[in-house]
């Protein structure tokens, strides 16, 4: 690493310069004197990074395309996550294999706060799967559990209107 005082300028950045790097454009030797001065009072991490980026600069000789790939990594890192081209319902972002959607609930929890009758879909291996009861069901397997879900619901009401009927 070329190493040089914070106080740096210029003259004293050109002069740091190895033998086997190009001259420095007078641009760059601008750009490493404000990364040299960025470096006062940072992190370890940040240092690094700008060792990083000064030694890049050091040997390109030009600090534009260095700083312009600088750049494009900051605006990718910050540009919205991609989402998912294989299925609309998919929550994952970027590039992924499996397929989530958003898992729904039944609205009222049980007696422990835990769960009840979560569901949502999964795709891993090209096939949509839903996620009902702890099973991984076919759509048509799911309907069945549905109906039978709907028929006991409906017992249910039944026992409540068997507890008015009594009441008292
Ligand atoms: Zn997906």
């Known amino acids: 690493m070329n190493a040089f005082s914070s106080d740096a300028t210029a003259t004293s950045v050109e002069a740091c310069r190895r033998a086997d790097q190009p001259p420095l454009t007078p641009g760059s030797l601008r750009v490493l004197v404000q990364i040299q001065e960025m470096k ?14 000064a030694s890049h600069i050091w040997e ?25 081209t294989v299925h609309a319902w998919c929550v994952e972002t970027g590039d992924h294999f499996e397929h989530y959607s958003k898992f729904i609930e039944a609205p ?11 569901a949502g879909l999964t795709d891993f291996r090209g096939t949509t799967i839903v996620g009902l009861l702890d099973l991984d069901l076919t759509p048509a397997a799911a309907r069945i559990r549905i109906a039978e879900l709907r028929t006991h619901l409906d ?9 008015e009927a009594s009441a008292g």
Not at 155 to 163: D, G, I, Q, Y
Request: charged share 15%; hydrophobic share 50%; net charge negative.
């Open 40 to 53: 006062v009072g940072q992190d370890e991490n940040y240092i690094a990074f700008l060792n990083l980026l």
């Open 108 to 118: 009222t929890p049980d007696h422990f706060g835990n769960p009840v009758l979560s």
């Open 155 to 163: 017992n249910v009401e039944a026992l409540v209107t068997t507890a």
């Open 60 to 84: 390109a000789g030009d600090a534009t395309a260095v700083l312009a790939q600088v750049q494009d990594i900051i605006l990718a890192a910050r540009a919205p996550a991609r989402p998912c």
